[in-house]
Nanobody, 117 residues
């Protein structure tokens, strides 16, 4: 059974930092591109950051220079370091795994991040 379990969300003042983690089980982690999305009410799910199996990364323009995605294949975990947080970063952050060479992807349940000014 595939599980993606996020942690590290919370309430933080604008300008602060949070580090999200997503622990994966039930998948061959190093054969999956990993990503963080975020969701707010009334809006489409937005790709925040992605890291592929070769450790190449890409980011939404809105978070470039502030957020850093990384992965530890030995721990089956992907991270999102979020610095200089803004109120508009408030959202549910959801972990995603996309299996390479297969039309298959998995989603976590999400973790709430709330940034207040």
């Amino acid at each position: 059974q595939v599980q993606l379990v996020e942690s590290g969300g919370g309430l933080v003042q604008a300008g602060g930092s949070l580090r999200l983690s997503c622990a994966a089980s039930g998948i061959i982690f190093n054969l999956n591109h990993m990503a963080w999305y975020r969701q707010t009410p009334g809006k489409q799910r937005e790709l925040v950051a992605r890291i592929n199996t070769g450790y190449a990364t890409n980011y939404a323009d809105s978070v470039k220079g502030r957020f850093t995605i990384s992965r530890d294949d030995a721990k089956n975990t992907v991270y999102l370091q979020m610095n200089s947080l803004k109120p508009e970063d408030t959202a549910i952050y959801v972990c995603n795994a996309q299996r390479i060479l297969m039309q298959r992807q998995y989603w976590g349940q999400g973790t709430q991040v709330t940034v207040f000014s």
